[in-house]
């Protein structure tokens, strides 16, 4: 964490920041978070950013007590204060305090510095590694703070030496526990419809491809069958996945087109980002 967050309606020193122990997002796990990286000073795709973040909150019930330009106010600030050239803003919106210890009651916005480490070279050169796990994530269509299920998994598929998991469910794929999923067949791009975050990155991407895109239910079975796959998040961008349980996928090398992607969305950041 970089020295000052905004907490509770003030700036102040990160380790300052403090949230009460009946908080709905600490005995009932409720809230809300958003992730955006800055480059160069700026915050990328932050309109983005926001409209998921506020739509989460409208869609949970919290009340959140900043408009759309005092929370992008509260960004610049926050970039300015910690000096953040290059690094993460994560925003958390609690359940706050209720009355019967259940229902919503009025947020409790943070905003966090971060610093950011993207995952090792290596494993955008060679690929990553994920593991099938029978999972959807309820309300998969909201940022929500509880990764329970994922964290307890976690040593799992650390154990063998996967990246993370995939989730699915009646035979078909949805996402990774913090990622979009992506195969590529037959020079066409599937990723999944349902049980999903619509990731900023993943848009960006879909944008990005100059080959036919297929936004559909995607089975674990051609997932299986794929020439390439590749999964999308802010703190990844991308990374080609080369193999699924024990399953090498396509030539069990990543593939000309995650490359090509991955190329395209470095280069728009660039352009995004020129001082």
């Given amino acids: 964490m970089k020295p000052y ?6 700036f102040v020193p ?3 920041a403090t949230l009460h122990a009946s908080d709905l ?14 480059v160069n000073y700026q915050p990328l795709f932050l309109e983005d950013y926001l409209d998921r973040f506020i739509r989460s909150a409208e869609k949970t019930f919290i009340p959140l007590p900043y408009s759309r330009s005092e929370l ?16 993460g803003i994560r925003m958390v919106l609690s359940g706050g305090m209720s009355e019967n210890h259940f229902s919503p009651g009025k947020g409790k916005l ?9 995952p090792a070279k290596e494993k955008y050169e060679q690929g990553i590694k994920l593991l099938t796990l029978e999972h959807v994530r309820p309300i998969a269509s909201i940022k929500t703070t509880n990764y329970a299920l994922a964290v307890w998994h976690s040593h799992i598929w650390k154990e063998q030496g996967a990246e993370d ?13 913090r990622s979009n999923f992506f195969i590529v067949k037959n020079n066409e791009i599937i990723t ?3 049980h999903i975050l619509l990731g900023i990155t993943r848009k960006n991407i879909l944008k990005l491809a100059d080959i036919p895109v297929h936004i559909r239910p995607l089975t674990l079975k051609e997932t299986l069958e794929a020439d390439e796959a590749f999964i999308t998040s802010t703190t990844k961008i991308l990374l080609p996945v080369t193999q699924i349980d024990e399953q090498p996928i396509g030539s069990g090398k990543p593939g000309p087109i995650s490359f090509d992607l991955l190329k395209r969305f470095k280069n728009l950041e660039s352009e995004l980002t020129k001082a």
């Fill in 5 to 10: 967050c905004f907490a509770d309606g003030q």
């Fill in 14 to 16: 990160t380790q300052d």
């Fill in 25 to 38: 997002g600490l005995i009932r796990g409720y809230g809300i978070f958003d992730f955006f990286r800055t």
């Fill in 72 to 87: 992008k106010e509260i960004v610049t600030e926050l970039i300015q204060k910690n000096d953040l050239k290059a690094g």
């Fill in 110 to 118: 943070f905003l966090f510095a971060e610093e950011l480490i993207f």
């Fill in 165 to 177: 998991v995939l989730y699915h469910q009646n035979g078909y794929v949805s996402e990774s526990s």
């Fill in 192 to 194: 999944p419809s349902e």
